[in-house]
T-cell receptor, first 112, second 115 residues
Framework: NAGVTQTPKFRVLKTGQSMTLLCAQD?????MYWYRQDPGMGLRLIHY???????AKGEVPDGYNVSRLKKQNFLLGLESAAPSQTSVYFC???????????FGPGTRLTVL | SQQGEEDPQALSIQEGENATMNCSYK?????LQWYRQNSGRGLVHLIL?????REKHSGRLRVTLDTSKKSSSLLITASRAADTASYFC???????????????FGEGTQLTVNP
């Protein structure tokens, strides 16, 4: 079991560029999440999904879009990157009604 | 805004000592969880305590929950240098069909255990 994996691990973008972060889980979990972590601010939820084909906004959704076309994958897109989106992005998944979340290793994104 | 607030923000102790971290939250919850994050890594789940539980143990970890005060504490006994990490509390306040689907994280306590 690989658990939760994230691609890429690091990325540097210029302002205005777009990119997609990929999250994959092999635990057959229903729920998946995207968080961002900034220094001194803990984790903030960007978007989440409670099942294949469904997505919902979290605490800080602006500037991001997501898709969950397959149960095991959750994509996070930045259409026009801004320096304020420089952060470490974590994907997580959890089983239905479980509560416990399993995290990926993170993607460090820098927007210049 | 963050639901959970950890206290202290940073804690430095010697190996063998106990470490206590506190978490306060604002709304009713289904459960409260503690996670650990080593530098540069993802979070790892440590323990979950439900709203109808008052205390839970897992190895060297002891968690208490006081719903009347909306607070929780994490105690790590006989700490080791390898326990050096950031510790986060997270609250689940979701309900209904998607119960357990969302967590709100605090800002964390940075624990340093000196050898």
């Amino acid at each position: 079991n690989a658990g939760v994996t994230q691609t890429p691990k690091f990325r540097v973008l210029k302002t205005g560029q777009s990119m997609t972060l990929l999250c994959a889980q092999d635990m057959n979990h229903e729920y998946m999440y995207w968080y961002r972590q900034d220094p001194g601010m803990g984790l903030r939820l960007i978007h989440y999904s409670v099942g294949e084909g469904t997505t919902a906004k979290g605490e800080v959704p602006d500037g991001y879009n997501v898709s969950r076309l397959k149960k095991q994958n959750f994509l996070l897109g930045l259409e026009s990157a801004a320096p304020s989106q420089t952060s470490v992005y974590f994907c997580a998944s959890s089983a239905l009604l479980s509560g416990e979340q399993f995290f990926g290793p993170g993607t460090r994104l820098t927007v210049l | 805004s963050q639901q959970g607030e950890e206290d202290p923000q940073a804690l430095s102790i010697q190996e063998g000592e106990n470490a206590t971290m506190n978490c306060s939250y604002k709304t009713s919850i289904n459960n409260l969880q503690w996670y650990r994050q080593n530098s540069g890594r993802g979070l790892v789940h440590l323990i979950l305590i439900r709203s109808n539980e008052r205390e839970k143990h897992s190895g060297r970890l002891r968690v208490t929950l006081d719903t009347s005060k909306k607070s929780s504490s994490l105690l790590i006994t006989a700490s080791r240098a390898a326990d050096t990490a950031s510790y986060f509390c997270a609250t689940d306040a979701t309900g209904g069909e998607t119960s357990g689907s969302r967590l709100t994280f605090g800002e964390g306590t940075q624990l340093t255990v000196n050898p």
